[in-house]
């Protein structure tokens, strides 16, 4: 943008109304993840951007959180009278954010349809393509990005060559404008915009983006250097949500939230001295190589509630081709570890690795029966778009075969995107049901086991019907809205389109960083 259009844009009065989405659920599978008790971190972020920018006109409906349907959720976002609206959506989210951006064009084919998040950034090109009533997407990080659109919307400038985004052009083709390069100083950020969302029992606060690793079956959006906010930020969100809406539980939601080990005990120091952990419960989500016995004393003392590690499996030779930088000594050190403090661990399993067998689940059963997490979660491989396991799938290596691109089906519990070589997909849900009975029924935890029946019974019962049923998608007799799936048809996403989006994504991520890497003395740890 030039710098006579930045000053004309200054005397604007930014009366711009602008609404911030997440998208219902079809359908509830996964109580934690379909009706959370915490709102969408992502528009709390945008949300303060633009406000931070003097955008005060913005609403955020957040229809998981707030539980409601397609029909409330479109009627509160027209009641606001919007100019702009903006959706989140992962992947298995993207269709019910077509749907709310269809039915919108119907009623108000003026407003300008926003899509962002995880799945466009995976596979900006086709997203555009398939979903032909968003018309501009955001590619990555969105702050600065959504900025500059609603700037040069709002100067009545054409939404051309914005860095970040994907548009349409006047012939109806699609361009993709620069590169957009990550925010090294996220301590330029402002504090994501709680304020607009209702109160909520859980928060998710992140400290910082990024993470250093390269799993196959990530796409690792945020990019392969840690950004990191500073500790005094960080306390201060902490006490102004726990003061604000007391609410039961913070979650960290950063990728590794200890990948800098000094900087995190600073954090947990800070967060001792505040009491932060006696005031609510809250958790991380970290890597084995990023704790050790000092950590985990500092988990203690700061009153963590819960420190969960992805360990993805069990079998030796699946972990070194895996991109993670873990072995089993190392898994196995770390969870001694927690067990020294009694810090309560939570595990994440992903069964169905490149050419998985009996054999190597077994392993991974065996492993999570050995270190008993608390919460154990196992969940079934799905080929997200934009990762190396996408990528596989579709050239039929890894002993992967490609079911579908329905995105509706990419759920990491039950979904039904993936069939494999070795095993069949009966097996391997049998396997995984098998696995969380072994952790609790080997561990003597009946107890644990029947919370667990309880608080899943919803998703455990859509499972076993499904598994007995024999059904492969986990769509099958979900009711949808009736014209649900032709606004949103799914049909034109391609092998050949997994394999050039996942060639596309790790070029991009490059290119992300490129100055980055020059720019910044911060130190940047590489796997
Ligand atoms: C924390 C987290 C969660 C939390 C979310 C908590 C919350 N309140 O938001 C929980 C645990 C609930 C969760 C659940 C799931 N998650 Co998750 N999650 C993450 C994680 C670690 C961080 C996400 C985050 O909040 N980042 C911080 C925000 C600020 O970043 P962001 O969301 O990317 O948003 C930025 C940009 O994307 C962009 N943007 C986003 N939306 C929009 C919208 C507009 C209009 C614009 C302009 C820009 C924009 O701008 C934002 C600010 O820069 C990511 C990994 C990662 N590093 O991102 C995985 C990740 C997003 N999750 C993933 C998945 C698969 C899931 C599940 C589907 C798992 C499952 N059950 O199958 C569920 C989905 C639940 C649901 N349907 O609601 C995948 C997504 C892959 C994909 N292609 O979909 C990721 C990438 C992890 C991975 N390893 O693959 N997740
Ligand atoms: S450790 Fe692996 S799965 Fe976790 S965020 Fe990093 S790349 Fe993704």
Known sequence: MTSATNSALAQTNHDLRIVLVNPPVLAVFEPWYDTPDFGRVALACLAAYLRQHGYSNIKIVDAKFERIGFDKCLSEILAFEPDIVGYTAFTNEIKPAAYVAAKLKEVKPNILNIIGGVHLTSIPAKTM????????????????????????????????????????????????????????????????????????????????????FNCLFCMNPNGRIARKRSVGLIIEELEYIINTFHPERISFGDELFSVDMPRTHALLDAMIEKGIGQKVKWDVQTHVRYVDAAMFKKFRLANVDRVEMGIETGDEASLKKMGKGTNLKMIEDAY??????????????????????????????????????????????????????????????????MLSTDWDEYNKQIGGALAFKNISRRQLEFYQSYAYLMVYLRNFRFGALLLFLLTYRVGIYKFIKKVIGGKQKMMHGVSKPKDYDTLTSSTLVTEADMIESYKAWSKYQKESMVSLRSKTSVEIEEA
Request: hydrophobic fraction near 40%; include cysteine.
């Open 129 to 212: 393509q398939e979903f032909a009533m968003f018309d501009i997407g955001v590619i990555g990080e969105g702050e600065d990005t959504l900025l500059e659109i609603v700037r040069a919307y709002e100067a009545k400038l054409p939404l051309i060559d914005i860095a970040g985004t994907i548009y349409r052009t006047a012939d109806g083709g699609l361009q993709q404008g620069p590169v957009r390069e990550r925010i090294m100083d996220q301590d330029s950020l402002p504090m994501p915009a709680w304020d607009l969302m209702k109160p909520a029992g859980t928060y998710y606060v992140q400290t910082l983006r990024g993470c250093p």
């Open 336 to 401: 001694k570890a927690a067990r020294v403090e009694k810090v309560k661990i939570g595990t994440f399993f992903i069964l169905g690795q490149p050419n998985e067998s009996s054999e190597s689940i077994k392993n991974t059963i065996k492993l999570a029966v050995k270190i008993n997490p608390e919460l154990p979660m196992f969940g079934l491989m799905t080929p997200y778009p934009g990762t190396a396991i996408a990528d596989m799938a579709a050239k039929g290596e890894g002993g992967y075969k």
